[in-house]
């Protein structure tokens, strides 16, 4: 059972829609931006092998940036299709109920305080479950 008021949740599906729109900007800006960088790098073209691996790196920050961002715009979504559908606020382990205060905190959470922290310690290591 979901105890969240329906002014709880447009409070939440609002922020959710505003981070939404923030994460999209920050991606095309940061393409934008990576686009323009890779234009200046071939047109100073280097042959430098220690100024390859910086450019290297940068461009792989870049890309991990981007990822993190297209993964928080899946969670968002993720969230708001819960909303759409009822189930916004249940814990996806144990069918509790996650709390207002963790969700106004962390709107995308999927499960209560007390499911999340077994989920973390099972999955410590990522890719290497404890038993």
Known sequence: MNSLSEQ???DIRKRL??????LREQIRQELLRSDEQHYLDLATAVHDTGEESVADLLSDLDIALIDRHVNEIRDVEEALQRIATGV???CA???GEVGYERLSAYPTAQRCYSCQQRHEQGFAEEGRPKL
Do not use: L, M
């Not at 829609?17 to 923030?22: I, L, P, Q």
């Open 8 to 10: 709880q949740i447009a």
């Open 17 to 22: 829609r505003a981070r939404h729109a923030e």
């Open 88 to 90: 916004y606020g249940i």
């Open 93 to 95: 382990d144990c069918g």
